[in-house]
């Protein structure tokens, strides 16, 4: 039996106030329709399509930068749920069972999914609604059940008596459908209401042998139309994370500032100071201390690490280090076993051998470093000339005095040293001393002190 999954990811969402789709709208600083495509690709769908409506270069774009192998469908003009389905006919056409889920509710998981599946094939529905219970249902369409419990119909929050409005099991806007079943139900939806809109609800009428599977989980309802929604939605990530961090032996003394995404993974005994920012699939080992005031992004972080107020993207750093303060790591870098690096140094697409140390004030740019090299203060690798990059090469234990620039390209060979103030741009053996400073001029009374004094 094949699966297909659709994700309606083509509102404006006017009251987000936004020049971008809603679904491109961040939970922890990941699109919303991120989240969902996760929940999909976790729950192994065979094909995934997105319908993109409201500006969906960009959506697309998002798509095409971070996803693989989802076919995309244009809804030109938003007019119902049932309308942007319509729209993925080529993909319901290809599987057995089709899943429509909301782009901009990001807390669906692939569990739910799997049990409404179990549901719907053993009762051989045509259609399963996906439900949850919540204490305030207020807003949201009913699940209508009679006196056996079996699944009779979704009431609107405008529809609903007195009695249907007392009940909390509500409809999410997730489905399970028989391929079949739901391309025979598409044409017969009409917008004879009161929006002139096509809704995909219709199907469950339409169709009429339906299901209702209840979710344990009633995360998986809540969405965002409004500033107000998408912050809520924000504070119920951020306390999820915390929760599942510290359940498996990460620390916080506080929270305050503190972000970390929904797929960073941290090892026990890390203590995460405030301020903080740890985003996209960072992972970090065991006994580390993290920040304060630290910014972290896909990264690879090693056990038994300090970083001090550094920002740190798409790199690796290897146990026992300690960066910082103020450090940056480009992406790129990957800093070796017992390496130190201190305040105002940054490094980009480099690898610095193990237990070298560069103090402060230094650039490191496209350089490949050694094993137990030392940089004085005020170093830099001056890899760019304008036009192409080049790469500079320090061999082992060699030692590079205070501001000394290395033309690149240039090799530092094994122990070799530069002397403090020198301008390197030819090689230098092992075992060498290179000095390259310019012959010093003493100019005496000069004109602009005598002015300067006077001033």
């Known amino acids: 039996m094949s699966t297909g999954c659709i994700i309606l990811a083509g509102g404006a969402g006017k ?8 679904v491109l709208c961040e939970v922890l600083k990941k699109p919303m329709l991120g989240w969902v495509l996760d929940c999909a690709k976790e ?14 270069e960009m959506t697309e774009k998002f798509l095409s930068e971070n996803y693989e192998d989802i076919s995309t469908y244009y ?48 009762t051989n529905a045509g259609v399963t609604v996906i439900s949850a219970e919540l204490e305030n249902p207020f807003g949201y369409g009913r699940i209508i059940r009679d006196s056996s419990g079996k699944f009779t119909a979704i009431r609107e929050q405008k529809d609903c008596s007195p009695e249907e409005a007392k009940i909390c099991e509500i409809n999410s806007g997730a489905y399970w459908f028989s391929a079949k079943e739901l391309l025979n139900a598409l044409p017969k939806i009409t917008n004879k209401n009161a929006s002139g809109e096509y809704y995909l609800t219709d199907c469950v009428e339409i169709i009429g042998n339906a299901e209702a599977y209840k979710s344990e989980n009633p995360d998986i309802t809540y969405g965002a139309n409004t500033r107000m929604d998408l912050y809520a939605l924000n504070e119920k990530a951020r306390a ?8 498996e032996g990460v620390s916080f003394i506080a929270l305050d500032g503190i972000i970390i995404g929904k797929d960073v993974k941290i090892g026990a005994d890390t203590l995460v100071l405030p301020n903080t920012i740890i985003l996209g699939k ?8 993290i920040g ?12 038994n690490v300090v970083l001090d107020n550094v920002k740190a993207t798409s790199s690796v750093v290897e146990n026992d280090v300690k960066i910082g303060p103020f450090a940056q790591l480009r992406p ?7 390496v130190k690096i201190g305040d105002f140094v940054e490094i980009k697409n480099s690898d610095i051998g193990e237990k070298t140390a560069v103090a402060h004030l230094t650039y490191l740019g496209d350089s490949n470093v050694g094993r137990g090299v030392n940089f004085g203060c005020g170093c830099v690798t001056a890899n760019y000339d304008g ?3 080049y790469r500079t090469e320090i061999g082992d234990d060699a030692f590079i005095g205070c501001n000394t620039n290395l033309i690149a390209p240039v090799k530092i060979g094994k122990n070799a040293t530069t002397a403090a103030g020198s301008t390197i741009t030819k090689d230098v053996p092992e075992n060498s001393l290179a000095v390259e400073r310019g012959h010093a001029r003493i100019i005496e009374n000069w004109e602009k002190n005598f002015l300067r004094k006077k001033k």
């Open 282 to 289: 960072t992972v970090i080992g065991n006994n580390c201390e």
């Open 75 to 122: 809804q030109d003009e938003q007019k119902g749920t049932g309308d942007a389905v319509s729209r993925a006919a080529e993909l319901i056409k290809s599987v057995d069972r089709v899943c429509v889920l909301c782009g901009d509710a990001p807390f669906m998981d692939a569990d739910t999914l799997k049990k409404a599946l179990e549901l719907h094939e053993k």
């Open 43 to 56: 729950f192994g769908f065979d094909k995934i399509g997105v319908v993109s409506g409201h500006k969906c």
């Open 292 to 303: 304060a005031n630290s910014c972290i992004n896909d990264c690879v972080i090693g056990d």
């Open 240 to 247: 999820d994370v915390f929760a599942r961090l510290m359940s």
């Open 387 to 389: 036009i192409n990059k």
């Open 15 to 22: 009251r987000m106030k936004s020049e971008k789709p809603k």
């Open 332 to 338: 790129g870098t990957i800093i070796r076993k017992g």
